[in-house]
């Protein structure tokens, strides 16, 4: 089984987050990061949002960690787990931007990364930024495309509808010959999108049934990664029910979990991650 973590402090989404994580520091972070490496989850997850409009921030959250910022910091004091953001906003940058940025991510954690992106779905974020919001998927498609011709090519070509480039150099490369994409999403649409330009899914706020649904329409590549997200898990104190819903996520279809962990402190998440890793039977490193 196949376990990351949804990381605690950097993202608090209201009810989603305990409060502890308020007060945490970046060591605490650190520390967190380093446990989970040493015993043996996927990844640590960041999300993107640049600037959350206060009326909407009771309901969204308003906290969240810049990704490339925080998994700089944390690619120094770990050794095997990966970073997957989840997700980044495509519209919000040019793919060679991207690519340039997080390749070299990718460089200084060793190969570490796993590039989660998405449509976006917040207009007034759009708006501040000056990024087109209608049509915004057809230019994540086109910027995918962009993406897996940049990431890894010295001197990239891509010829679309939104993005087009030659001639330039883009270094340094990642590490890994392929980066793996990941789509985020909770429609069709960003299932087929992962199907047909990324290497995997990573559906939000969708029931397990909803999930398996919309997986037996397709046919994902032999490969294909699908993570899913767990509800707040409780593995020191009911640990049945941790089990079941991990077995759940896989009956699902998930071929990796994003843990979400409750705790009432810091060290509280502590013993949780080794109950979970117990649970999960991970290989401590």
């Known amino acids: 089984m196949r376990v990351g973590l949804a ?19 970046p060591q605490d972070l650190a520390e967190i990061a380093q446990m989970a490496d040493r015993l043996g989850f996927e990844h640590l997850t960041c999300s993107e949002h640049v600037a959350v409009p206060a009326s909407i921030a009771a309901e969204r959250g308003g906290t969240y960690w810049d990704p490339l910022s925080t998994f700089g910091f944390l690619a120094g004091q770990t050794a095997r787990i990966r970073f997957v953001t989840q997700v980044l906003v ?68 891509h010829a679309g509808e939104f993005y087009d480039f030659a001639g330039m150099v883009v270094d340094p490369q990642p590490v890994q010959q392929r980066v793996p994409l990941l789509v985020g999403g909770r429609t069709r649409r960003s299932l087929r999108r992962a199907v047909d330009l990324a290497d995997g899914w990573t559906p939000f706020a969708l029931g397990r049934r909803r999930v398996t649904e919309l997986l037996d329409d397709v046919s994902p590549p032999t490969g294909f990664d699908v993570v899913l997200s767990s509800p ?42 080794h109950r979970l890793a117990d649970l999960a039977d991970l290989e401590v490193r």
């Open 7 to 25: 990381t605690p402090i950097v993202t608090r989404v209201p009810g989603a987050h305990s409060p502890w994580e308020a007060e945490a520091s």
């Open 90 to 157: 495509l519209g919000y940058h040019h793919p060679l931007e991207i690519a340039k940025r997080y390749g070299t991510l990718d460089k200084i954690s060793g190969g570490r990364l796993t590039l989660g992106v998405g449509v976006g779905s917040l207009r007034e974020e759009f708006e501040l930024l000056g990024a087109p919001f209608e049509g915004r998927g057809a230019r994540a498609d086109d910027a995918l495309r962009a993406l897996r011709a940049a990431l890894g090519a010295e001197q990239p070509v």
């Open 232 to 273: 707040p898990l409780d593995p020191g104190g009911d640990p049945a029910s941790t089990r079941a819903a991990l077995k759940g996520l896989v009956a699902a279809g998930a071929t990796v979990i994003n843990a979400a962990v409750r705790a009432d402190s810091r060290d509280d998440y502590a013993a949780q991650l």
